[in-house]
């Protein structure tokens, strides 16, 4: 398996547009999370998917973000209106839905709001 | 709720000197711990975990971590240091109710030739 595939790797964009991030999960996993990492607020965890059914999005910044997980092997992240403050490295990860497992991270998508 | 706490923001070491990276944790019910690395530009790496049994857990690129129950701890050791470890270390802990996976604030290792 090629491991949590994200896309774009970099976005650069201006504030007030919309942004999509996109999230390929290792075959197999049920479990998906999205996770925001900056210098000042460290990993976050912004939402938690189990079996494509959003189990806590309570990390969810505000109103301007959402997330779906259409199918087992896809889920995006978009932000609208984008704003400088979301800029930040965005990363998926996936894991089998059980509390002992590890999770699997992607490279992460940086993102850039001007 | 569950959480991890990283107490130090870096710890630089010295090559070839054993190396500590605290953690502690706090968790009702039995606790699922888990050692990752972050190296630049790079996501998250699996190191090691804690799910039950021995105490002493081994894992990847030599590392290994503790758990200790009455210190509610989980420290990240290794007895040689390599300047290859110069990493971000996090500390995680998935939730015993709703199997989310909580990380710590991440530790800074520095590793001085």
């Known amino acids: 398996d090629a491991g949590v595939i994200q896309s774009p790797r970099h976005e650069v964009t201006e504030m007030g547009q919309e942004v999509t991030l996109r999230c390929k999960p290792i075959?197999?996993?049920?479990?998906l999370f999205w996770y925001r990492q900056t210098m000042m607020r460290g990993l976050e965890l912004l939402i938690y998917f189990n079996n494509n059914v959003p189990i806590d999005d309570s990390g969810m910044p505000e109103d301007r973000f959402s997330a779906k997980m259409p199918n087992a092997s896809f889920s995006t992240l978009k932000i609208q209106p984008s704003e400088p403050r979301d800029s930040a490295v965005y990363f998926c990860?996936?894991?089998?839905?059980?509390?002992?497992?590890?999770?699997?991270f992607g490279q992460g998508t940086r993102l850039t709001v001007v | 709720a569950q959480s991890v706490a990283q107490p130090e923001d870096q710890v630089n070491v010295a090559e070839g000197n054993p190396l500590t990276v605290k953690c502690t944790y706090s968790?009702?019910?039995?606790?699922?711990l888990f050692w990752y690395v972050q190296y630049p530009n790079r996501g998250l790496q699996f190191l090691l975990k804690?799910?039950?049994?021995?105490?002493l857990v081994k894992g990847s690129y030599g590392f290994e971590a503790e758990f200790n129950k009455s210190q509610t701890s989980f420290h990240l050791k290794k007895p040689s240091a390599l300047v290859s470890d110069s990493a971000l270390y996090f500390c995680?802990?998935?939730?015993?109710?709703?199997?989310?996976?909580?990380f710590g604030t991440g530790t800074r290792l520095q590793v001085f030739p």
């Open positions: 075959s197999g996993h049920n479990s």
């Open positions: 990860a996936s894991s089998f839905s059980s509390r002992t497992t590890e999770a699997f």
């Open positions: 968790v009702s019910g039995n606790p699922y």
């Open positions: 804690y799910i039950t049994g021995d105490n």
């Open positions: 995680a802990v998935r939730d015993y109710n709703t199997d989310k996976l909580i």
